[in-house]
């Protein structure tokens, strides 16, 4: 078998694809008329290979069956990292035993459909917190910037293994969609328990509970109380840099209209072009006074999400379903902001625990600035960097609801006038992204973990602790679902080497 790649048409492409194998696919939307980069798979003749050919896409996975004689090894999280890091050492015959806080998936998407309806928030099965992990409901973006993290492709086979989309294999930024995670996530669990390895739910790990067996610390970037207590029980920590901002949304229409340079969004060209190519996306950068200022997690056709873990806080995500079909485009919008930005506002704390209390200070601001029961506040963007109420604001997907409030001046000096510059930037380069028909609502402050559990980068081991393998984004080495799998994968190997030195 070889490839051939080929530039062509929306419309062109889209008869290849339901005709033959494709091996990669992308969008390049650069130039008014947009192409698609397709590799197509051709046998020795040079002939397209039928899509309904059967071929070995990928290597299958072999599982161990493992007893309670096999050697053990504990993971905290059952999100991407815990969860791979599970089924590599399933392939050597070590027994996961997986603590999990908060529920599994079917009861989580219970405790979010109350949440989303103002009905409470539990504080242990949420966004954040559950089987599945923050990614479970927050789009399941399969993408990561890094090329050096590890075979990403190996993790797209095995989600593809466990129920993804044939698209996973070959979309240059794949994407699952928050209604088909869970399914998903159900058959990875149903896969670890059949072959002998142990979930426990609705469990909190403690430091206290360690054995003289490995850990695999995958808690994610929101178990804010796990680092204090691992803070104090001597397990070296770091600030590191992360990013917080707001959500910004769109219509749908005028980011497709932006993106797609068209005139106008009711012909029958772009509803041609929509139904070939889907709702448009966008990834923006721009740098203010040494600040990285860029576009985060962005969803096409979706939606933006409660996505805090306490009550006296407001966070908010984005997340799209598969067919990413709503009428509104949202992404986090957020400022790179370095440890000495935050470190200085808290000088008493130790430098890890300043960058939580930085963190949570920002989460109560959007809190008290917001509405009862989980009501988010929010600004229309023009009226946000030009420093105006606003009196009404425009519709919006923030399921629990909106309230005015003048985020220009509560949101702290580090993030509020670089915001209000990148925007700018960014209208620059696409006249018109700068709209009152676009509204920002506050705050984006889950995109990373603030804090680092130092590892020994060869042997993933804590550097206090040789008992521990912190990973994923919880550890502060991952951000994202795929660069948290595949960090999952790396500590589950260190613990293999590990266990058969």
């Given at each position: 078998m070889q490839t051939r790649q080929i530039i062509t048409t929306p419309h062109e492409a889209k008869q290849l694809e339901t005709s033959y194998?494709?091996?990669?696919?992308?969008?390049?939307?650069?130039?008014?008329?947009?192409?698609?980069?397709?590799?197509?798979?051709?046998?020795?003749?040079?002939?397209?290979?039928?899509?309904?050919?059967?071929?070995?896409?990928?290597?299958?996975?072999?599982?161990?069956?493992?007893?309670?004689?096999?050697?053990?090894?504990?993971?905290?999280?059952?999100?991407?990292?815990?969860?791979?890091?599970?089924?590599?050492?399933?392939?050597?015959?070590?027994?996961?035993?997986?603590?999990?806080?908060?529920?599994?998936?079917?009861?989580?998407?219970?405790?979010?459909?109350?949440?989303?309806?103002?009905?409470?928030?539990?504080?242990?099965?949420?966004?954040?917190?559950?089987?599945?992990?923050?990614?479970?409901?927050?789009?399941?973006?399969?993408?990561?910037?890094?090329?050096?993290?590890?075979?990403?492709?190996?993790?797209?086979?095995?989600?593809?293994?466990?129920?993804?989309?044939?698209?996973?294999?070959?979309?240059?930024?794949?994407?699952?969609?928050?209604?088909?995670?869970?399914?998903?996530?159900?058959?990875?669990?149903?896969?670890?328990?059949?072959?002998?390895?142990?979930?426990?739910?609705?469990?909190?790990?403690?430091?206290?509970?360690?054995?003289?067996?490995?850990?695999?610390?995958?808690?994610?970037?929101?178990?804010?109380?796990?680092?204090?207590?691992?803070?104090?029980?001597?397990?070296?920590?770091?600030?590191?840099?992360?990013?917080?901002?707001?959500?910004?949304?769109?219509?749908?229409?005028?980011?497709?209209?932006?993106?797609?340079?068209?005139?106008?969004?009711?012909?029958?060209?772009?509803?041609?072009?929509?139904d070939e190519v889907g709702n448009a996306s966008y990834a923006m950068v721009t740098q203010v006074s040494g600040h990285g200022v860029y576009s985060f997690c962005m969803c096409p056709g979706g939606h933006i999400v409660p996505a805090g873990s306490s009550p006296q806080s407001c966070v908010v995500n984005g997340m799209s379903a598969s067919h990413r079909n709503s009428p509104y485009a949202n992404s986090g919008m957020v400022v790179e902001l370095h440890p000495e930005d935050y470190i200085n506002r808290h000088a008493d704390l130790h430098p890890a625990l300043a960058a939580l209390a930085f963190q949570e200070s920002i989460e109560y601001l959007a809190y008290m600035h917001g509405g009862p029961s989980n009501q988010a506040p929010a600004q229309r963007l023009k009226d946000f960097v030009d420093g105006k109420d606003s009196k009404s604001l425009p519709s919006c997907s923030y399921l629990p609801g909106v309230v005015p409030s003048r985020l220009d001046q509560w949101l702290p000096r580090e993030i509020g006038p670089y915001l209000q510059q990148g925007f700018k930037d960014f209208d620059r380069k696409y006249h018109g992204f700068l709209t009152n028909d676009a509204i920002i609502v506050g705050v984006e402050s889950r995109s990373s973990s603030p804090v680092r559990i130092v590892r020994n980068n060869e042997t993933m081991q804590s550097i206090s602790h040789p008992f521990i393998y912190p990973c994923g984004e919880g550890a502060g080495y991952a951000g994202g679902i795929t660069s948290s799998a595949l960090d999952g994968i790396k500590a589950a190997e260190a613990v293999i080497r590990s266990l058969k030195l």
């Open positions: 194998r494709i091996q990669k696919r992308s969008v390049d939307a650069r130039q008014k008329n947009l192409k698609i980069l397709l590799t197509l798979l051709t046998d020795d003749n040079g002939q397209y290979v039928s899509r309904d050919t059967p071929l070995p896409l990928y290597e299958k996975p072999i599982w161990q069956n493992c007893t309670d004689k096999s050697p053990k090894c504990h993971i905290v999280g059952a999100g991407p990292a815990g969860l791979f890091a599970a089924l590599t050492l399933l392939q050597h015959g070590i027994k996961p035993i997986v603590y999990e806080r908060g529920k599994d998936v079917s009861a989580r998407k219970r405790d979010i459909a109350l949440l989303n309806r103002n009905q409470g928030l539990n504080t242990e099965s949420n966004y954040c917190f559950g089987e599945g992990g923050a990614g479970t409901f927050s789009d399941g973006k399969m993408f990561s910037r890094s090329k050096k993290r590890g075979d990403m492709q190996r993790v797209m086979e095995l989600f593809h293994y466990f129920g993804a989309n044939d698209t996973i294999l070959y979309e240059a930024h794949a994407h699952i969609g928050s209604d088909r995670l869970p399914g998903i996530i159900k058959n990875i669990r149903e896969c670890i328990l059949q072959h002998g390895g142990e979930i426990k739910f609705n469990t909190r790990w403690s430091v206290s509970s360690l054995q003289d067996e490995p850990t695999i610390l995958a808690i994610g970037h929101s178990a804010h109380d796990t680092y204090r207590e691992l803070f104090e029980a001597g397990v070296a920590l770091e600030a590191k840099g992360c990013a917080i901002g707001v959500r910004v949304e769109h219509p749908q229409t005028l980011i497709n209209r932006l993106m797609y340079h068209l005139s106008e969004t009711e012909s029958q060209e772009y509803r041609q072009l929509i």
